[in-house]
């Protein structure tokens, strides 16, 4: 996978090496036309908000269409085949070199991270397989990485929800993202609006359990409706203040 030099896929601070197996890189896909692709958000922006749901998929040599590259191919041979196998199921593909999938507002990024791609890396202090140490641990522009307390303690990967509902959305209303259809929405409020019934219909809670269940589906349900649609109506002027902890 051709990556970004390895100056510009830094911004992990305040740590040297990642003591955690390494990964495989990824680059993000998106469903757009299905309900699942879409979901409201609030952390980061001035109310509820439609955001498309970016996934990351690895890339795994003999998985998907991804395959070891031979001698003398271009590195994107490695996952040609993977682009076309996800696009045939409907999937939207974008790779982290395209310049529309930058990271540069401050907003859309940790306190302290580097504008540069939505992928980073972090070297790692472990030795797999015999290879040496430094092989990358993948991740998230919005992502931080730290080690544990101790030796033996897993390491912690922690996401600034706020940055990254502020990104995706930002994608949609500058048109790097299509807006959604207004038939996908309708499917995903429908499909709550029944979790809100069965909820209600639930005889295996108590009154007591089974009326939180309904108020929770319910709040639910009323950020739908009233969620904003990127890309369909204005995009607030002002600034929300960065949040952390919520989705």
């Not at 830094?10 to 890189?25: D, F, Q, S, W």
């Not at 397989?129 to 912690?156: C, F, I």
């Not at 207004?182 to 209600?200: C, H, M």
Request: charged content about 20%; glycine content about 8%.
């Amino acid at each position: 996978m051709p990556l970004p030099s390895s100056s510009g896929l830094g911004g992990v601070t305040g740590i040297e090496r990642l003591r955690a197996k390494p990964n495989a890189p990824f680059f993000l896909i998106h469903y757009p036309h299905e309900a699942g692709g879409w979901s409201v958000v609030s952390n980061g922006l001035d109310g509820p908000t439609w955001a498309p749901d970016l996934r990351p998929y690895q890339l795994v040599p003999g998985c998907g269409g991804v395959r070891t590259l031979e001698r003398g191919e271009h590195a994107a041979a490695a996952y040609e085949q993977a682009i076309l196998n996800l696009q045939r199921r409907g999937a939207v593909v974008y790779l982290p070199e395209a310049p529309a999938m930058q990271v540069t507002d401050a907003e859309h990024l940790p306190e302290g991270v580097p504008a540069g791609p939505y992928i980073r890396q972090v070297e790692t202090d472990t030795i797999p397989d015999g290879h040496a140490r430094g092989v990358p641990y993948y991740h998230l522009a919005q992502e931080q990485m730290s080690n544990g307390r101790t030796p033996t303690a897993p390491h912690k990967r922690v996401l600034d929800d706020a940055a990254w509902n502020r990104w995706r959305v930002a994608l949609v209303d500058a048109g790097h993202i299509a807006a959604p259809d207004a038939d996908v929405i309708a499917e995903r409020i429908e499909q709550q609006r029944r979790k809100v019934g069965s909820a209600s219909r639930d005889t295996r809670a108590n009154a007591e359990v089974r009326a939180a269940a309904v108020d929770t589906q319910s709040a639910r349900l009323a950020a739908m409706e009233s969620a904003r649609i990127p890309g369909t109506t204005p995009a607030p002027t002002k600034t929300t203040k960065r949040t952390r902890g919520a989705a």
